[in-house]
């Protein structure tokens, strides 16, 4: 089974930009739908951003128009592309399939100060 790693994340100010990478250990075109999850200290795990393989796009209200993902099936690597950030995007973010059917990775940490 392909295994996801998450990179990417960091400090930032609000207002700044990050850009998340997750790497597949195999292909991605296994996976139909991919997509970004996130989980916030005290709160539930929720779907971010999903992308399908024929590259139709979902995204939660709170970050349309600010986040923005992708996929390169040819490096198997798939992408968050997140400006605009607000301190309540701060949250642990992971890869998965959608609907998940492996465990979780270890996911990347995104900080954003006020």
């Known amino acids: 089974q392909v295994q996801l790693v998450e990179s990417g994340g960091g400090l930032v100010q609000a207002g700044g930009s990050l850009r998340l990478s997750c790497a597949a250990s195999?292909?991605?075109?296994?996976?139909?739908?991919m997509g970004w999850y996130r989980q916030a200290p005290g709160k539930e795990r929720e779907l971010v951003a999903a992308?399908?393989?024929?590259?139709?796009?979902y995204y939660i209200d709170s970050v349309k128009g600010r986040f923005t993902i992708s996929r390169d099936n040819a490096k198997n690597t798939l992408y968050l592309q997140m400006n605009s950030l607000k301190p309540e995007d701060t949250a642990m973010y992971y890869c998965?399939?959608?609907?998940?059917?492996?465990?979780w990775g270890r996911g990347t940490l995104v900080t954003v100060s006020s």
């Open positions: 998965a399939a959608v609907p998940v059917d492996r465990p």
């Open positions: 195999g292909s991605i075109l296994s996976i139909d739908t």
């Open positions: 992308i399908h393989s024929g590259g139709s796009t």
